[in-house]
């Protein structure tokens, strides 16, 4: 009996319009993969630039600690975008200026003269009072922010903060922020962190060295009255 199956009919073969169409999407697809892979690396590098850079001096200083943390925050602001960068000091009381980058001269002098109390009402005191990272997209729509002069010079709208411990205790604060409504990334947050680590580095540096800088000088002065002791004994005794 003749065969009852039908002959397969052959998928049409794409045109030639399809064909490029396909090849510009794989194209165009490749050339996002590429410019994303540069744009990380290039990023990666520039981390580490900025993280080597920090480190030396950290290693080159001695007891001037305000360039270094001027250094740290400079690089942290300039990595993450942010328009005015802070290293604030805790004292148990309230929180210092300790270094700043991008600040005018009005905003500086402005945060040198008020420091920072505790409590809600700052952005500062809550990473105080909860010892994490705090982030705020808008403080104008924050009804718990009160520091309304910081932020009408300081001009900022967007703000985080990364608190700095040693040990477990509270240090100081890093405080970054933007003038326009920009949330920072999470990994803008962990490089923060880094950062707000190397600065207590840096100051726990200089604080053992101002430490060994005074042990040498009480040393010096008990072996000179030591020294001056067993002259005068020495000259009795003859």
Request: hydrophobic share 35%.
């Amino acid at each position: 009996m003749p065969s009852t199956k039908k002959p397969r009919s052959k998928s049409p073969r794409p045109s030639l319009e399809e064909t490029n169409a396909k090849l510009r999407r794989e194209n165009t697809e490749l050339r996002r993969k590429l410019q994303a892979r540069d744009r990380d690396v290039g990023e990666a590098l520039e981390q580490q630039t900025a993280t080597s850079e920090v480190l030396k001096v950290i290693s080159r200083s001695t007891f001037d600690l305000e360039p270094v943390l001027q250094t740290v925050v400079e690089n942290a602001a300039r990595l993450c975008r942010a328009d005015t960068g802070f290293i604030l000091r805790f004292d148990g009381e309230v929180h210092r200026w300790a270094a700043d980058y991008g600040a005018t001269v009005e905003f500086r002098e402005y945060v040198r003269q008020n420091p920072i109390p505790r409590g809600r009402a700052s952005l500062t005191g809550r990473v105080e009072l909860e010892r994490r990272p705090v982030h705020v997209l808008d403080v104008t729509a924050d009804p718990d922010y009160q520091l309304s002069e910081h932020q009408r010079i300081g001009g900022y709208r967007t703000m985080l903060g990364v608190p700095m411990f040693r040990e477990g205790i509270l240090v100081g604060v890093f405080f970054l922020s933007r003038r326009q409504v920009e949330g920072f990334s999470e990994k803008q947050i962990d490089l923060v962190t880094t950062f707000a680590d190397q600065a207590v580095i840096a100051i726990e540096n200089v604080r053992l060295l101002s430490e060994l800088r005074d042990r040498n000088a009480q040393l010096t002065e008990s072996l000179e009255q030591q020294t001056a002791t067993s002259e005068i004994l020495r000259v009795i005794a003859s």
